[in-house]
Nanobody
Framework: QVQLVESGGGLVQPGGSLRLSCAAS????????MGWYRQAPGKQRELVAD???????NYGDSVKGRFTISRDNAKNTVYLQMNSLKPEDTAVYYC??????????????WGQGTQVTVSS
């Protein structure tokens, strides 16, 4: 059973920084693209950033220039460095990963979410 475990969320003041981590474990045979999405109250879930196995990245327009996604393939882990945080970045942040397992084949898994609150 694949699990994605997120960490690093919390409360930060506007202009501050946070670093989120998401580690995949449990029967991972191969890990493809990984990414971060977020969902604020009353809004749809939106892409924050994603990254391929080779390191190609894609960012949502609202975070370009402020957030950086990276991954450590040896650790099956993806990171999201968030700088210059704004109150509108407040949301639950979800990690996802495209995973191949021996038993379940290939599918996308989601983490449980981690709260990020930007407030003074």
């Amino acid at each position: 059973q694949v699990q994605l475990v997120e960490s690093g969320g919390g409360l930060v003041q506007p202009g501050g920084s946070l670093r989120l981590s998401c580690a995949a474990s449990g029967g991972v045979f191969r890990l493809y693209a990984m990414g971060w999405y977020r969902q604020a109250p009353g809004k749809q879930r939106e892409l924050v950033a994603d990254i391929t196995t080779g390191g190609s990245t894609n960012y949502g327009d609202s975070v370009k220039g402020r957030f950086t996604i990276s991954r450590d393939n040896a650790k099956n882990t993806v990171y999201l460095q968030m700088n210059s945080l704004k109150p509108e970045d407040t949301a639950v942040y979800y990690c996802n990963a495209d995973v191949l397992t021996v038993l379940a084949g290939r599918r996308v898994y989601w983490g449980q979410g981690t709260q990020v609150t930007v407030s003074s």
